[in-house]
């Protein structure tokens, strides 16, 4: 009873696993053409002649439109777009071929997910609206690859560096959220703005009183200083740190960009870096978001809003003494203190006592 019992709880995996692999696992006899035999997907388009991409899936729709300042996203009010994102696909579309193909059977269209129902449908426009590549992506294949079928083939291609999550985004996904970008090596100032007050007394509290300067610099060896609002040594790793997280400062969300009370017109905070040749970037930082943790930004030279969190605002409101060393205390001279010599003061001796 108990082998019998072991024998269909093992035909029952091996029909699970067959099955699997019917449904899920890519067909391994991928045909290969020759050299001479391979020819572009979509003919001989270049990505410069690339001026709008849709993509279709089933939960997000989205329209990217080449503008004459780069990349917009139609569905958020042609907010800019995130470069990095789009270039990878724009890039992928010339270079996708006929080399490798999985399969010519319109019935194994739903097995590798090109299918209308399953796959994401991308269509590509030049300048003059006009379609110049047409496609489905499906479910990714083996190695750094996924299936493909261009609009009106029967015919199923593997496709090397496309994936169905470089599409498959919702708008808002492909909004440029980088606020300030630039290379944290070659900085050779930070300046920072802030409210003269302890790092977690609330910004709103603080904003409006007294304000500090903070100045740091490298020298002429190539070690931070501070030289504002007092001379200290820099602590190396604090302010790497706040380079670092400056260098690339990235929104958590994006709001409105009609929102307002947002504190930017008289900034809490500013941060401006010097790099070497003299390029400057200055971040402005204004007040908390009604009802959430993160807070109104923007770069000095745009007037696209942002929001960043908590943490990335408190970089700014370091303590002096988390961004430089103590200064040490020196002994007080006579010169120093007024008292004349410059040789450390005589203690005289003691009144001699009244004799009896």
Avoid: C
Avoid at 77 to 89: Q, R
């Amino acid at each position: 009873m108990k082998n019998k019992t072991i024998l269909i709880l093992a035909v029952a995996f091996f029909a699970m696993l067959a099955a699997y692999y019917i449904m899920e696992k890519p067909e391994t006899d991928i045909y290969k053409k020759s050299e001479a035999q391979v020819k572009p997907l979509f003919g001989n388009i270049n990505a410069d002649d690339i001026a709008k991409i849709t993509i279709a899936a089933k939960n997000n729709n989205t329209t990217l439109v080449k503008s004459d300042k780069g990349w917009v996203v139609k569905e958020e009010n042609n907010f800019p777009a995130n470069k990095d994102l789009i270039d990878k696909i724009v890039k992928s579309i010339p270079a996708m071929t006929d080399e490798e193909i999985a399969s010519d059977n319109p019935e194994n269209a739903a097995l590798y997910k090109v299918d209308k129902d399953n796959a994401v449908h991308v269509q590509v426009f030049n300048s003059k609206d006009k379609v110049i590549a047409d496609y489905y992506v499906g479910k990714n294949g083996t190695g750094r690859t996924s299936y493909v079928r261009a609009e009106g083939s029967d015919v199923v291609t593997l496709q090397k560096d496309v994936f169905r999550y470089q599409y498959d985004k919702s708008p808002k996904a492909w909004r440029n959220r980088s606020i300030v970008k630039f290379d944290a090596e070659k900085v050779q100032r930070i300046e920072i703005t802030r409210p003269d007050a302890a790092p977690d007394t609330p910004l709103a509290e603080a904003a409006g009183g007294a304000t500090q300067t903070v100045v740091i610099r490298k020298n002429g060896e190539g070690t931070w200083e501070m030289t504002e609002p007092e001379f200290r040594t820099g602590k190396k790793a604090a302010i790497q740190n706040l380079v670092r997280t400056f260098s690339n400062l990235t929104a958590s969300d994006v709001p409105p960009q009609d929102a307002e009370n947002t504190g930017l017109d008289e900034p809490y905070i500013t941060g401006k870096v010097v790099l070497e040749g003299g390029t400057e970037h200055e971040i402005l930082i204004g007040a908390k978001k009604e009802g959430t943790n993160n807070y109104f930004a923007r770069s000095a030279d745009s007037d696209l809003l942002y929001l960043i969190a908590k943490y990335q605002v408190d970089i700014f409101r370091k303590k002096l003494d988390d961004l430089g060393n103590v200064p040490e205390q020196k002994p007080v001279t006579d010169s120093e203190s007024g008292t004349g010599s410059g040789e450390p003061p005589v203690v005289p001796d003691a009144a001699p006592q009244a004799q009896d």
